[in-house]
């Protein structure tokens, strides 16, 4: 079984500085999908970011930016130019496309809180 | 209306009551499943169906049951209730080329207390 494991329970960081998650994951397969996840107090989940495992690139949405290091099964989510908005819970996910049925399987998240 | 609509949105409820929550979809999906959220903890697999013959159980089973009436409905059941079962409980839904996508459609989500 595959694990996702979120080493930050809660950070903290002033408005407009740059913010990074950690996420490390244990798998021994291949051919996977990682994704991170936002829950604002709204506890809508929304989707942030994505990255196939086989693609070497890291992904970039805006101000959302990974670092997939696959040997060392660790993908990062950093936050530039911060804002109020993004207070949220972020949770760190994989799926395993082999496997497809059990849909994904979550870290236990990181409360991020942004200060003005 | 929202794709995944889950009720209720919030209950309390007192130890040894039976207890359904409900979830219903317009996106057309095979794959629903249901999750349930603590703090640290995140969110743990309880059950998932592929389709109305199709059920399984997830990461945290014991205590409940689920019933996928059609394609479109999945719902989930705690036959008596205990309090460790209070949580944020979340249907959601996916085809598997969305999955690969991260394409997992959420419910609102139902707050489940449990005293």
């Known amino acids: 079984a595959q694990t996702v494991t979120q080493s930050q329970p809660e950070m903290s960081v002033q408005e407009a500085e740059t913010v990074t998650l950690s996420c490390t994951y244990d798998?021994?397969?291949?051919?996977?999908?990682l994704f991170w996840y936002k829950q604002p107090p709204s506890r809508q989940m929304i989707l942030v970011i994505r990255?196939?495992?086989?693609?070497?690139q890291n992904a970039t949405e805006n101000r959302f930016s990974v670092n997939f290091q696959k040997a060392a099964k660790s993908f990062s989510l950093k936050i530039s130019d911060s804002q109020l908005g993004d207070t949220a819970m972020y949770f760190c996910?994989?799926?395993?496309?082999?496997?497809?049925?059990?849909?994904?399987?979550f870290g236990k998240g990181t409360h991020l809180i942004i200060q003005p | 209306d929202a794709d995944v609509t889950q009720t209720p949105r919030n209950r309390i409820t007192k130890t040894g009551k039976r207890i359904m929550l409900e979830c219903s979809q317009t996106?057309?999906?095979?794959?629903m499943y249901w999750y349930r959220q603590d703090p640290g903890l995140g969110l743990r697999l309880i059950y998932y169906?592929?389709?109305?013959?199709?059920?399984n159980k997830g990461e945290i089973s014991d205590g409940y049951s689920v019933s996928r009436q059609a394609q479109a409905k999945f719902s989930l059941s705690l036959e008596s209730a205990i309090p460790n079962q209070t949580a944020l409980y979340f249907c959601?839904?996916?085809?598997?080329?969305?999955?690969?996508?991260?394409?997992?459609?959420f419910g609102e989500g139902s707050r489940l207390t449990v005293l």
């Open positions: 996910a994989f799926f395993y496309s082999g496997g497809g049925a059990d849909g994904l399987t």
């Open positions: 169906s592929f389709d109305v013959k199709d059920i």
């Open positions: 798998t021994s397969e291949s051919n996977y999908y």
């Open positions: 959601a839904t996916s085809d598997l080329t969305g999955l690969a996508r991260g394409e997992l459609f």
């Open positions: 990255q196939e495992a086989y693609k070497q």
């Open positions: 996106k057309g999906h095979d794959r």
